[in-house]
C-alpha cells in the first residue's frame, strides 16, 4: 500500500513526492470536513478528510469533469492521508501557491472547506487573474489600434505639467450616487481647488454645471450616450494613448496625453515617453495625475466604488454598462454594499497609492467602500488660492507636442513576416515535420515577441486547462498546435 501511494504521488505530483521525501516523518490526523455544495466548481482544503469523506469527495468529482479539488497542506507530512484512488485523480491537485490553482476557474463558484485560512490569498488571485483575462479579451486589439489612431492626433505633453499645482487642492469627481449630495458645494469651489471629472461623471456634473478644470479619459470604447460633443467643450482632457479615438477626436479643448500606460509591450515599442501608472479606472488616473501636479490635499466625492440601495450612478449618468456587482464589501456605516472585480482593483490601487504618498493629505468624501489610508471626511475648505482657471490655462499653453510614433510601418511588415511563419510551422506539423526553423524566426519578430508571447502567458491558463490537456492523446504536439492556432486568431485581428 505505501509502495502504491508513492508511486502514485511520485507520478502525479513529483515535486511534492521529492519533498515529501526529504521531510521529518510524523503522524499527522484527519479532520471531519463538509461537502462542497453542487454549486461549486473548486473547493480549497489545507486538511484531509477520513476515509468517508474522500469516497464521498471522490463520488463529487466524478459527478462533473469539471470540478476540482485543491489540498494545500500546512504540513508536508498529511499528503500521507490521501486515499491512493483520489492521488490518482486528474481532478486532485496538491498546490503550495493558490495563483496557479485559481486559473483553473476563473468566473466560476469555488468553496473552502474546514479551517482554511487563505480564502483572502485566493480572493486576491481571483481578482487579478479575472480582471487581467477581462482586460486582455479581444487580444488588445481595441487598445493598440487605439494607441496608434490617436498619435496621429494633435496633442499635448500632460505630464510637463509635475509639480505646476503645488499645494492646491484638488477634487476628484466620480459617478457613485453620493456625488448628487456635492453639487452645491462644489459650484463654491472653482477657485479653491482644482475639480476633475472623468468618465461618466461628466454628463451629471456638466448637468449642474459644476465648473471643471480638467476633464479625463482612458475607456478604450467610451459608451457614445454618455457624452455629448458640447460638454466641457474648451476644458483640457487628460487622457492616455488608449482612449476611444472617436472621443478624443471630438474634443476640442486641449488633448494633454498622460503617458503610456504600459498594459502591453508593444506600447512601449511604439512610442518613447514614459510609462505613466495610473490605475485601473479613471478615478485612479485622475487621483494618479493630481499627485503628479503636486496637489494636496486629495478629496474624494462620488468614489463609491459600490452599489447600495439598488444604485450603482449619480443622477444624470447616461445608460448602464451591464456590468454585474456581486461581491460584498462595507460602507464606512458599516453597512452591507457590493462592487465588483474593476471597482475592488481600484480601492486596493488606492490604499497603495495613499502608503506610497503618506505626505499628502487625503480625504474621502464618498459614501461607499472604506478606502484603508484615506479616512472619510465631511466637507472641502473654501479657500481661495487665485484664479485657477487662469493658472491651468497659462500651464496648458507653454506645454510642448506630445511624442508621436512613426513605428507604424514596421509593426505591419512584422505582422507579415510573423504570419508566414506561424504558417509554415502548422505546415510542418501536420506533415510530421519539425517546426524548429519557423520557431526561430518567430523569435525574431517583434509582433511575436512584444505581443503573441505575452498574450499567451495569459490565455494558455485557460486554453490549456487540465482538462482539455488529460483529453488530448498526443499532448505536447496538440498543445503546440493549439498555440500556434491561437496565434494566427490573434494575427486576424490585426490584419
Known amino acids: 500500500m505505501q509502495q502504491d501511494f508513492l508511486a502514485t504521488l511520485e507520478k502525479n505530483h513529483p515535486l511534492i513526492a521529492f519533498e515529501y521525501a526529504l521531510s521529518e516523518k510524523k503522524e499527522e490526523k484527519s479532520f471531519p470536513l463538509p461537502l462542497p455544495s453542487e454549486k461549486a466548481v473548486a473547493a480549497y482544503t489545507a486538511e484531509m478528510g477520513g476515509e468517508k469523506w474522500q469516497e464521498e469527495i471522490i463520488q463529487w468529482l466524478e459527478q462533473d469533469p469539471k470540478r476540482i479539488l485543491f489540498f494545500l497542506p500546512r504540513f508536508i507530512q498529511a499528503v500521507k492521508l490521501v486515499s491512493v484512488k483520489l492521488l490518482d485523480m486528474s481532478q486532485f491537485i496538491i498546490a503550495k501557491n493558490v495563483d496557479p490553482c485559481v486559473w483553473e476557474h476563473l468566473f466560476q463558484p469555488w468553496e473552502c472547506l474546514g479551517a482554511f485560512d487563505r480564502k483572502g490569498e485566493i480572493e486576491k488571485a481571483l481578482l487579478q487573474g479575472e480582471l487581467t483575462v477581462s482586460h486582455y479579451r479581444d487580444f488588445g486589439k481595441t487598445f493598440l489600434n487605439n494607441c496608434i489612431k490617436n498619435s496621429s492626433l494633435s496633442s499635448k505633453n500632460g505630464r510637463a505639467l509635475k509639480g505646476k499645482f503645488e499645494g492646491v487642492p484638488a477634487v476628484i469627481c466620480g459617478a457613485g450616487p453620493s456625488?448628487?449630495?456635492?453639487?452645491?458645494?462644489?459650484?463654491?469651489?472653482?477657485?479653491?481647488?482644482?475639480?476633475?471629472?472623468g468618465g461618466s461623471?461628466?454628463?451629471?456634473?456638466?448637468?449642474?454645471?459644476?465648473?471643471?478644470?480638467?476633464?479625463?479619459?482612458?475607456?478604450?470604447?467610451?459608451?457614445?450616450?454618455?457624452?455629448?460633443?458640447?460638454?466641457?467643450?474648451?476644458?483640457?482632457?487628460?487622457?492616455?494613448?488608449?482612449?476611444?479615438?472617436?472621443?478624443?477626436?471630438?474634443?476640442?479643448?486641449?488633448?494633454?496625453?498622460?503617458?503610456?500606460?504600459?498594459?502591453?509591450?508593444l506600447e512601449e515599442f511604439l512610442f518613447k515617453d514614459e510609462v505613466f501608472d495610473t490605475g485601473w479606472t479613471v478615478g485612479t488616473f485622475m487621483a494618479a495625475v493630481a499627485i503628479h501636479f503636486g496637489c494636496d490635499p486629495i478629496y474624494f466625492v462620488g468614489m463609491d466604488l459600490a452599489v447600495s440601495s439598488e444604485k450603482r450612478y449619480a443622477s444624470g449618468v447616461e445608460g448602464e454598462d451591464g456590468r454585474c456587482d456581486v461581491l460584498e464589501g462595507v460602507n464606512k456605516r458599516g453597512e452591507k454594499v457590493f462592487t465588483?472585480?474593476?471597482?475592488?482593483?481600484?480601492?486596493?490601487?488606492?490604499?497603495?497609492?495613499?502608503?506610497?504618498?503618506?505626505?499628502?493629505?487625503?480625504?474621502?468624501?464618498?459614501?461607499?467602500?472604506?478606502?484603508?489610508?484615506?479616512?472619510?471626511?465631511?466637507?472641502?475648505?473654501?479657500?481661495?488660492?487665485?484664479?485657477?482657471?487662469?493658472k491651468v490655462k497659462t500651464e496648458v499653453e507653454k506645454l510642448t507636442v506630445a511624442a508621436y510614433s512613426d513605428k507604424k510601418q514596421e509593426l505591419e511588415k512584422s505582422i507579415q513576416k510573423?504570419?508566414?511563419?506561424?504558417?509554415?510551422?502548422?505546415?510542418?506539423?501536420?506533415?510530421?515535420?519539425?517546426?524548429?526553423?519557423?520557431?526561430?524566426?518567430?523569435?525574431?519578430?517583434?509582433?511575436?515577441?512584444?505581443?503573441?508571447a505575452p498574450l499567451w502567458e495569459v490565455w494558455k491558463h485557460l486554453l490549456q486547462k487540465r482538462e482539455i490537456v488529460s483529453q488530448m492523446e498526443d499532448s505536447e504536439r496538440e498543445k503546440k498546435i493549439q498555440q500556434l492556432l491561437f496565434f494566427q486568431e490573434v494575427i486576424g485581428e490585426f490584419t
Not at 201 to 212: D, E, G, N, R
Not at 364 to 379: A, H, Y
Not at 439 to 451: A, C, N, Q, R, S
Open 179 to 197: 456625488l448628487e449630495t456635492h453639487f452645491a458645494r462644489l459650484k463654491d469651489l472653482k477657485d479653491s481647488a482644482l475639480i476633475f471629472g
Open 201 to 265: 461623471a461628466i454628463m451629471p456634473l456638466a448637468k449642474h454645471k459644476i465648473p471643471l478644470h480638467f476633464i479625463a479619459s482612458i475607456d478604450p470604447a467610451s459608451p457614445p450616450f454618455r457624452f455629448q460633443e458640447e460638454t466641457y467643450s474648451d476644458v483640457p482632457l487628460l487622457f492616455q494613448r488608449q482612449v476611444d479615438p472617436t472621443f478624443l477626436s471630438k474634443h476640442q479643448g486641449p488633448k494633454l496625453c498622460c503617458g503610456k500606460s504600459g498594459s502591453f509591450a
Open 340 to 390: 465588483r472585480p474593476d471597482f475592488l482593483a481600484a480601492k486596493e490601487w488606492l490604499e497603495v497609492l495613499a502608503r506610497n504618498h503618506p505626505e499628502k493629505t487625503w480625504v474621502n468624501l464618498s459614501e461607499g467602500l472604506c478606502i484603508e489610508g484615506i479616512p472619510f471626511g465631511e466637507d472641502i475648505p473654501n479657500e481661495r488660492k487665485g484664479d485657477l482657471f487662469a
Open 418 to 452: 510573423t504570419a508566414r511563419a506561424i504558417h509554415g510551422a502548422l505546415v510542418a506539423l501536420a506533415e510530421n515535420r519539425s517546426p524548429l526553423l519557423f520557431e526561430v524566426e518567430l523569435e525574431e519578430e517583434l509582433f511575436y515577441t512584444k505581443h503573441l
